[in-house]
């Protein structure tokens, strides 16, 4: 059984820190992470991805991948009350399916 | 990124009614969507892969003859919950696949 994932939480972290969410995959052959945000009632939104090993930066969002530990993660610099949400890693199988497996999710919670 | 749609986003109907819920790409074509269905502060539940053209794949658990999906062009997917029941209101969303998965807003369906 393909697994991923999570600690459920909550993350609180206060506004203007780094918020460090983590994930863990089982399939070691998965090329492809994703990160989505769910806000409370919405439906997930695709904020990054990244396929290869090492750090992957976009604005404010940088994702980190290490294959050979099966672990990836999400940073968020400058935390804002607004990226309070739940956060759902997800992974594309080795079969290369668009099936992905999604993690439980970490919910996160910025101070203001 | 890619722009799904989903009609209505919100459904109240009485038990025993059917409910039809469409899922568009809006600026790509998709043969393959996902659907999935979410309880409140619960992770994202994969019901079946519409699949343009042939028949729905559902995972394991989920009653085809209860929640019929038709993939009748490369834009749309429906997702239709037969004599609905108080135990299906639930938060439905559907992903279509571009270069990775997109969300639609979700449909949030309540039976009284």
């Known amino acids: 059984q393909k697994e991923v994932e999570q600690n459920s939480g909550p993350l609180s972290v206060p506004e203007g820190a780094i918020a460090s969410l983590n994930c863990t995959y089982s399939d070691r052959g998965s090329q492809s992470f994703f990160w989505y945000r769910q806000y409370s009632g919405k439906s997930p939104e695709l904020i990054m991805f990244?396929?290869?090993?090492g750090d992957k930066e976009d604005g404010r969002f940088t994702a980190q991948l290490n294959k050979a530990s099966q672990y990836v993660s999400l940073l968020i610099r400058d935390s804002q009350p607004s990226d309070s949400a739940t956060y759902l890693c997800a992974v594309k199988p080795s079969s290369g399916t668009y099936k992905y497996i999604f993690g439980t999710g970490t919910r996160l919670k910025v101070l203001a | 990124g890619a722009v799904v749609s989903q009609h209505p986003s919100r459904v109240i109907c009485k038990s025993g009614t059917s409910v039809k819920i469409e899922c568009r790409s809006l600026?790509?074509?998709?043969?393959?969507m996902f659907w999935y269905r979410q309880f409140p502060k619960k992770s994202l539940m994969l019901m079946a892969t519409s699949n343009e053209g042939s028949k729905a794949t559902y995972e394991q658990g989920v009653e085809k003859d209860k929640f019929l999906i038709n993939h009748a062009s490369l834009t749309l997917s429906t997702l239709t919950v037969t004599s609905a029941h108080p135990e299906d209101s639930s938060f439905y969303i559907c992903?279509?696949?571009?270069?990775?998965?997109?969300f639609g807003p979700g449909t949030r369906l309540t039976v009284l």
């Open positions: 600026d790509f074509q998709a043969t393959t």
């Open positions: 992903s279509a696949i571009r270069d990775t998965q997109y």
């Open positions: 990244i396929y290869s090993n």
